[in-house]
């Protein structure tokens, strides 16, 4: 698919200072994140891979569901430093570019996807088009820095997650809707999508 067959979107929740972003763990490890705010070792988090982060709530619901899958029963907010995530936007590869050869390092350190964005009931979104959400891969070479300086709070939100999908399972899409946080259209300061 090329990149005219959709539309790139970036729904976040986002300050002058910080963007947030979700990711999914087990309960060891998002304790321990919340209590240092930062991820340790001794939790089990592995510094050794690439660790994707999503600005979509409704995309972790989808990729967690609702937080009752295994070892993604917790869902952490993570407010990274939008200078940070500003530089991601301007640094990343493409994940159908990740092979080649052609692409200077300096580029290889963040990979981008675009997959399906999620409504509430985690569904792709009906009656928009094929509207793609980013996906943010940090390689193993930039973790260290997403981790120790990046960071700036980390928040427990499981809690919505399992009230909306309670909400949805007795029928109540309204109240379901009020639970999600307030993400907004961002628009980066030197990238088009």
């Known amino acids: 698919m090329t990149d005219n067959n959709y539309k790139k979107i970036i729904r976040a929740v986002f300050t002058d200072d910080t963007v947030r972003v979700y990711q999914a763990f087990n309960s060891k490890i998002a304790d321990n994140a919340i209590l240092h705010q930062k991820f340790t070792l001794e939790s089990g988090w592995s ?13 972790v619901l989808y990729r967690s569901g609702y937080g009752f899958k295994h070892n ?4 952490l907010a993570i407010d990274i430093k ?15 570019e990740t092979g080649k050869s052609a692409i200077p390092s ?39 820095e997403y981790n120790e300086q990046w960071i700036q709070a980390i928040t427990d939100v499981t809690p919505i997650a ?19 946080p307030d993400e907004l259209l961002y628009t980066p300061k030197n990238v088009r999508f």
Do not use: M, Y
């Not at 510094?47 to 995309?59: A, G, L, M």
């Not at 309670?166 to 639970?179: I, P, T």
């Open 82 to 96: 939008r200078e940070a995530f500003e530089w991601i936007l301007e640094n990343h590869i493409d994940a159908h």
């Open 162 to 180: 399992h009230q909306i999908k309670k909400e949805l399972d007795k029928g109540d899409l309204e109240k379901a809707k009020s639970l999600l």
């Open 72 to 75: 993604q029963e917790r869902i």
């Open 47 to 59: 510094d050794n891979r690439t660790t994707w982060i999503k600005p979509s709530f409704c995309w």
């Open 106 to 144: 300096s580029k290889k350190k963040i990979v981008v996807q675009w997959d399906p964005e999620r409504n509430i009931s985690i569904s792709k979104l009906d009656g928009c088009g094929d509207i793609r959400s980013i996906q943010i891969g940090v390689k193993k070479s930039k973790i260290k």
